[in-house]
């Protein structure tokens, strides 16, 4: 009997675990006709497919249309969009989004209702720590792209201060090859390369176009690494989840089958016509890839995380 109760509780708690894990969604962006409106889990339009453009906030919590609304996928409600959406950022740990508007940037936490103000626009803010590989500790500073040239670092903090008074060019850091950690950061001005320590102080300042091989030499010995490699802040790629899987648990009118070991999704619309349905994944910084289905000029999400097998998140009046 204790053996059959203990089961019973593992069981029980693991289903409470799978629970927390599904984040099933009860509004859902959808696309008909290449506009984008929003539909319910009863398959009716809660905003009408009138919007050309889509940006995805968090972990599908949000979602902006054409700068215009901003719509709670969590509860259903609509705002007004302060501006153009560009970015996500981490401010003393509180996620913002960061929006531009015609007096600046405003960047807003939505869960908790805290908004910070720049005056200037900004193409994106990025999130960087820097380390001590001796002591181990590290410092979070926030880079915010002005322009295709133009850099600002800030402290990171609310009141965003500027750690570097100055405006900089092609931010760069020194990375530990074996732990890819960033342990120094450099910047170009006025043709004068310059290399700064985890705590921003400069190091050394020397011609842009001058061989840094001493240099790396000395910093090298500096923090006792192996070897210095540097790290293109720009060219940072980002990692997107690709998991799209059709397997046999899509809604209906969409059906699976196999030919010569190829998998085949077919859409049948009311007149019994039908379409070969192709995989479509929205990208987007803040969430990575969104799995979706596209038949047509239509786009379902179809992402296994959001939306339960067999659940068809598209309104029954435009199914054509």
């Known amino acids: 009997m204790r053996k059959t109760l203990i089961f019973i509780l593992i069981a029980f708690a693991g289903a409470l675990s799978a629970q927390k894990k599904t984040s099933f969604k009860n509004y859902m962006p959808f696309q008909y006709n290449n506009l984008w409106g929003i539909v319910d889990s009863l398959q009716n339009s809660v905003i009408q497919p009138t919007y050309e453009d889509i940006r995805i906030l968090g972990n599908l919590d949000y979602v902006v249309l054409d700068a215009d609304i901003i719509f709670d996928i969590n509860t259903g409600e609509t705002l007004k969009a302060p501006g153009v959406f560009r970015s996500k950022i981490f401010v003393e740990k509180q996620e913002y989004y960061h929006f531009n508007t015609e007096k600046g940037a405003i960047l807003i936490d939505f869960k908790n209702q805290d908004t910070l103000k720049l005056p200037l626009k900004y193409d994106e803010f990025k999130n960087v720590i820097l380390y001590d590989d001796i002591t181990d500790k590290e410092k979070e500073y926030i880079i915010g792209k002005e322009s295709y040239y133009e850099y600002f670092i800030f402290k990171n903090s609310k009141k965003l201060p500027l750690v570097i008074k100055e405006k900089f060019d092609e931010p760069n850091f020194l990375v530990d090859q074996n732990t890819k950690k960033r342990l120094f950061f450099t910047y170009i001005k006025n ?19 001058s061989d840094i091989k001493e240099v790396l030499k000395d910093l090298t010995k500096k923090v006792n690494v192996e070897k210095l490699i540097q790290e293109c802040f720009t060219c940072v790629e980002i990692d997107y989840v690709t998991s799209f899987s059709y397997e046999a648990n899509l809604p209906k009118p969409f059906s699976v089958s196999y030919k010569n070991n190829r998998l085949n999704v077919i859409y049948t619309n009311k007149e019994g016509k039908t379409f070969m349905v192709e995989p479509y994944q929205i990208q987007e910084e803040t969430i990575g890839s969104l799995d979706c289905i596209q038949f047509n000029k239509n786009t379902i999400v179809r992402d296994s995380r959001f939306v339960k097998a067999g659940k068809l998140m598209f309104p029954k009046n435009l199914l054509d």
């Open 191 to 209: 043709a004068t390369l310059y290399i700064f320590d985890y705590n921003l102080a400069l190091l050394h300042s020397l011609p842009q176009d």
